[in-house]
């Protein structure tokens, strides 16, 4: 059963729009949950993240909006351009005990010029 | 440095043999991660080091095994390869809950 679900397996958008992807995911004990970015031949990166205490969290082109009763958030990338084109991975961590990350399976975006 | 290095990059292997992967960094992070990502699905953890503690998911217990001989090395061992070992295996540190820093990744192909 997969404990962090997102949506969509790929996204294409023009350059200029904003870009939403979607997450949701199972176990209410996750408090942390970071955002990913991974070019081809490289490895993830950590690009945003936000912790369930908050409900939005920007930062610059990047925001994320995260819905606790819901249990989904979702990663905005305004005026999107070219070389936003990667992998997006939501991952998911517990506040205490096991704090490892749980991925999604991802979501490939393509930004079209 | 923030570099996560994974030797091999690319890594073939027959069927049955074993395999050994390497990892390291120089951040001091105290924990160390192997992650097993296979095409459209989800990296998944197989295990981690915490210090010099080995926990490993119940679910890949008995197919990998790993060894952090010091703070900045981790392996990835596969005692007998088989095709559905195939798949990219991510090394990641941490120091703790903080960030996550991500190797770019050993693709192993078992043939």
């Known amino acids: 059963q997969q404990q962090v679900r997102q949506s969509s397996q790929s996204l294409t958008v023009w350059e200029g729009e904003t870009a939403i992807l979607n997450c949701s995911y199972e176990n209410s004990a996750f408090d942390y949950f970071p955002w990913y970015q991974q070019f081809p031949g490289e490895g993830p990166a950590l690009l945003i993240a936000?912790?369930?205490?908050?409900d939005k969290k920007e930062d610059g082109r990047f925001t994320i909006f995260f819905n606790k009763r819901e249990k989904n958030l979702s990663l905005h990338i305004k005026d999107s351009q070219p070389g936003d084109s990667a992998t997006y991975f939501c991952a998911a961590s517990r506040a205490s005990g096991s704090w490892q990350l749980i991925f999604g399976s991802g979501t490939q975006l393509t930004v079209m010029p | 440095d923030t570099t996560v290095k994974q030797n091999p990059r690319y890594k073939l292997a027959r069927v049955g043999k074993p395999v050994n992967l390497i990892c390291s960094q120089t951040?001091?992070?105290?924990?160390m991660y192997w992650y097993q990502k296979k095409p459209n699905q989800a990296p998944k953890l197989l295990l981690f080091y915490y210090d010099k503690i080995l926990n490993r998911e119940a679910d890949t217990f008995e197919k990998f095994q790993s060894s952090r001989p010091n703070n900045s090395f981790c392996s990835l061992y596969i005692g007998s390869a088989g095709l559905e070992y195939s798949a990219m295996y991510l090394c990641a540190s941490s120091r703790g809950r903080a960030e996550v820093f991500f190797g770019k990744g050993t693709r192993l192909t078992v043939v």
């Open positions: 951040m001091n992070h105290d924990t």
């Open positions: 936000i912790r369930s205490v908050s």
